[in-house]
């Protein structure tokens, strides 16, 4: 499995805030946001939360059945000639793959783009039985070369810039340095040319697995996923094992919620269906078709019933777009495969909350999120569930905080009646006065100080509300 | 039209840091016709245990809070937060006491944000304020009142009405303030960066008063305007619409 460097969130947030191109970048993501605006109104509002509305109802009955629905997408994966692998964990499913390329004499494996390969980290798995990865998504590629995770769900290099990417593929590549985009992505496209028609094996991810007809349904834009799916020998799709969806009509429901909410598009460029391998009377398509289907922690989000919307996901990163945390954090703060909101639930309910501890805290609550999320995931209320899952839950997700939960403990006293909670008023103020300057602080100790660096503090009233209102009761009226 | 009254809760920030808020929303209602009464056993809504994690804390407090406001024919507070910690978290809060349910459901269907109340219970949107001299207004959407209670027409209106405030919108009003509780002090480089961008937006309007529905944006705000020495000044809602008003003090 890929690595968890989310322990340090706050050292990875601060090196990013403090990084000019990275904020740069993230000024960009103002045109996904105005793109998916544009492409609701031009589908109407109405109609819009009507599909959502369906959607959600689909994912409801799907995952109360997720046992028959898996079992079937199998059933008829396996009829049209593929095979499945329910895998556990990331390990499972790369010892899977591992074997598949090993059985086949893989040399070289183009893939595209797929979160839950991320997930799994096939790609250092492969590249330590010498077999070469090719990411052939261009973002998935230039961070591939760049050795870094990716920044975002469906803009993985989005942090890079032009001229960093050019520098790259000068220093990688041996390429000359290229200031046009257009110049850039076809420096890409040549190499991958190569290697699409040398790869011995495909990798793709799943948007969608069809359980009536074992279909699985690949969305790009680049067309590089139809590439790894058909030119080479052996296609091997990994999905997370929420992917699946009943009917192949379901797709018209989920398609335009993901393209309009990715990237407010009305479609994307590709829409891929993949139905088993090449059939005997076919001349194109993999010999081999293998479908490894991931739980790593799926089926204990299932089994919560406050986190089991989370698994309604459709991977759109609309969420990531919309927060003001992301906007400035970006992606690799989050230290795992899934950043933004949506990253800071299911990375702390796939790989436990001790391991993520700061990602359900690091959240203003806002709600934008819930807000622009297709299938209305509300985001805030997991992240306050996992919030108490660190604080008040079983030992194995708990994180200690002693001074805090102390703390807690005194101000549960103090609001419980109106007495010492006016007395605690009068000790802040009093204990702010030698602080304060007209009316306000300049600098408080830890805990606080993280305010005061920015912001001045008020100081506590000398007389509060409630003295006032005693001492003027007698003079209410209507 | 029967007699209203509302029982007024100020919110534990309001009480200790901005009784003038408190004052301003007793005054404004009272203006209005509404008879106000300040249950005295209130202290908080359990908001900061909630968002903390402490959710054993936030029940407790929860449920004194029922208590406290049982006998209230509506409650009234000058919070969109606050009030939306009642409307969506209380059921969740208090589902291990369902004897306490239909009160809960009760409780929620009659506490309203300030602005809230005065709009779609009262019907008012010009309450009759006029600021002393002309003022250019912009509003912060807060994001509990926008997103969990709907509030975003219903200050507009009432600020519209304003004689002599100019109501300008800022960029982006909806985006959120990078204050979040706790996450202000947790996350303090997170929540700043986040503030910049939400005051570059406030200051591009020219505005000299900025308004919202919630004392805590405002102190979240109003602490780096104050800190960065500009000219926009940070005001309650309830006071904004308390100027000129003829009322009694609270």
Not at chain 1, 261 to 284: M, W
Not at chain 1, 420 to 428: C, D, E, H, I, Y
Request: proline residues 5%; charged residues 25%; neutral net charge.
């Amino acid at each position: 499995m890929t690595d968890v460097l989310s322990a340090h969130f706050k050292e990875q947030a601060a090196e990013a805030i403090g990084n000019a191109t990275i904020q740069e970048s993230l000024d960009r993501l103002v045109n996904f946001r105005q793109g998916r605006v544009d492409a609701i109104a031009e589908y109407g509002q109405e109609r819009w939360d009507a599909l959502s509305q369906s959607a959600r109802e689909i994912k409801r009955e799907t995952l109360e059945h997720l046992d028959y629905y898996l079992d079937e997408l199998s059933r008829n994966v396996e009829r049209a000639g593929g095979h499945v692998f329910f895998a556990r964990d990331a390990a499972e499913a790369n010892e899977y793959v591992a074997k598949v390329a090993a059985d086949n004499g893989v040399k070289t494996v183009t893939k595209s783009k797929s979160m839950v390969s991320e997930e799994m980290g096939i790609a250092d798995v492969l590249e330590s039985m010498g077999i070469e990865p090719v990411e052939t998504d261009l973002g998935e590629y230039i961070i591939q070369l760049a050795r870094e995770a990716p920044y975002h769900i469906i803009a993985p290099a989005l942090h890079k810039s032009k001229e960093e990417v050019s520098e790259l593929f000068e220093r990688i590549l041996g390429t000359p340095a290229e200031s046009d985009i257009t110049a850039l992505a076809g420096v890409a496209r040549k190499v991958l040319r190569e290697k699409f028609l040398e790869a011995d094996m495909g990798m793709t991810g799943a948007n969608f697995g069809v359980s009536e007809t074992g279909t699985i349904v690949m969305v790009t834009n680049e067309g590089n996923g139809r590439m790894c799916s058909s030119l080479p020998r052996v296609h091997v799709a990994t999905m997370g094992m929420e992917r699946v969806i009943p009917r192949l009509r379901d797709v018209a429901t989920y398609l335009p919620l993901l393209t309009r909410s990715a990237t407010g598009q009305r479609i994307s460029s590709y829409v891929s269906f993949v139905t088993g391998p090449r059939r005997s009377d076919e001349e194109d398509g993999p010999q081999e078709f293998h479908l490894v289907i991931l739980d790593n922690g799926r089926s204990r989000m299932l089994a919560d019933p406050e986190l089991r919307e989370a698994l309604y996901c459709i991977r759109c990163g609309a969420c990531l777009n919309a927060c003001p945390v992301y906007g400035k954090v970006g992606g690799h703060a989050y230290g795992w495969v899934y950043p933004g909101p949506i990253g800071a639930v299911v990375t702390p309910s796939l790989v436990g909350v001790p391991k993520a501890k700061d990602l359900p805290f690091a959240s203003t609550l806002c709600g934008a999120c819930r807000d622009v999320c297709p299938l209305k995931i509300d985001i805030p209320r997991m992240l306050l569930k996992l919030r108490s899952d660190a604080v008040e839950g079983p030992a194995e997700t708990r994180v200690p905080r002693r001074v805090e939960s102390l703390m807690m403990r005194a101000w549960r006293r103090t609001v419980a009646g109106p007495r010492l909670f006016s007395l605690a008023g009068k000790v802040t103020s009093a204990a702010q006065w030698p602080l304060s300057r007209r009316g306000s602080l300049r600098w408080l100790p830890p805990p606080l100080s993280g305010w005061t660096r920015t912001r001045d503090f008020p100081r506590a009233a000398m007389r509060p509300f409630r003295a006032r209102w005693r001492k003027d009761e007698g003079n209410r009226g209507g | 039209m029967a007699q209203k009254r509302v029982s007024l809760f100020v919110t534990c920030l309001v009480d200790q840091f901005y009784p003038e808020v408190g004052e301003a929303t007793v005054r404004l209602l009272r203006h209005l016709g509404v008879e106000v009464d300040f249950p005295a056993d209130q202290t908080c809504c359990g908001q900061v245990a909630l968002n903390g994690g402490y959710r054993s804390h936030a029940t407790a407090v929860a449920k004194r809070f029922v208590e406290v406001f049982r006998g209230s024919e509506a409650i009234v507070a000058p919070s969109g937060s606050c009030v939306a910690t009642i409307h969506a978290h209380y059921g969740d809060l208090l589902r291990g006491y369902p004897e306490l349910a239909e009160e809960v459901a009760s409780l929620q269907a009659r506490t309203y944000e300030l602005s809230q109340y005065l709009v779609d219970v009262l019907g008012v949107e010009n309450v009759g304020a006029r600021l002393p001299s002309p003022a250019r207004v912009t509003y912060h959407d807060c994001c509990h009142a926008l997103r969990d209670l709907g509030v975003g027409a219903q200050p507009r209106r009432l600020l519209s009405a304003v004689d002599g405030a100019e109501l300008t919108e800022m960029k982006d009003s909806a985006s959120c303030c990078g204050f979040g509780g706790t996450f202000s002090v947790k996350f303090a480089d997170i929540s700043s960066a986040i503030l910049r961008e939400k005051l570059h937006n406030v200051e591009a309007t020219g505005a000299d008063v900025l308004t919202a529905v919630d004392s805590s944006c405002l102190m979240h705000m109003g602490g780096a305007l104050r800190r960065q020495g500009s000219r926009t000044r940070p005001m309650h809602i309830a006071e904004l619409l308390c100027e000129g008003i003829e009322g009694e003090r609270a």
